[in-house]
């Protein structure tokens, strides 16, 4: 005789009825999910935060540039304006450079169209003295 379905029983679509389940197998596979325990022990202290003294025992220098008040030296201020004058006239001397590549460039472009134009002109005269001279020759054929 089938016993119906209960506490003790599962039931699963097909209607075969399952074992029932050990709780020894239950509590062995919650133990292999769970996460380890926490070490308890009464032995462990926390540790204390220890502050690094500061590396250089010796008082910070100004830049070399500066005096103790922060303010910079002459020569500091004259090599800083003359590199941004150096800068200023570099960028000025490649722009000039780089208009001058591109007229020359340009000029040959120029150039060489009208080298072609000139060729094209020659080439359509030159077809134009033959076709004159095959048509004469169609007029005219014992000459």
Known sequence: MDQAPGPDRDQDQSGAVAP???????STAALADAPPPLDDDEDVVDA????IPSLSP???MPAPD??????????YVRDKIQGRLATAAG????????AEREAAARAAAEQQAAITAEQQRAAREQAG?????EIRRQLHPET
């Open 66 to 75: 500066y005096s103790e008040a922060g303010v910079p030296s002459l020569d």
């Open 48 to 51: 204390e935060i220890v502050e």
């Open 91 to 98: 960028s000025a001397e490649l722009a000039a450079a780089e």
């Open 58 to 60: 010796y008082p910070s």
């Open 20 to 26: 029932p389940l050990d709780a020894e197998i239950v």
């Open 129 to 133: 003295r033959a076709k004159l001279e």
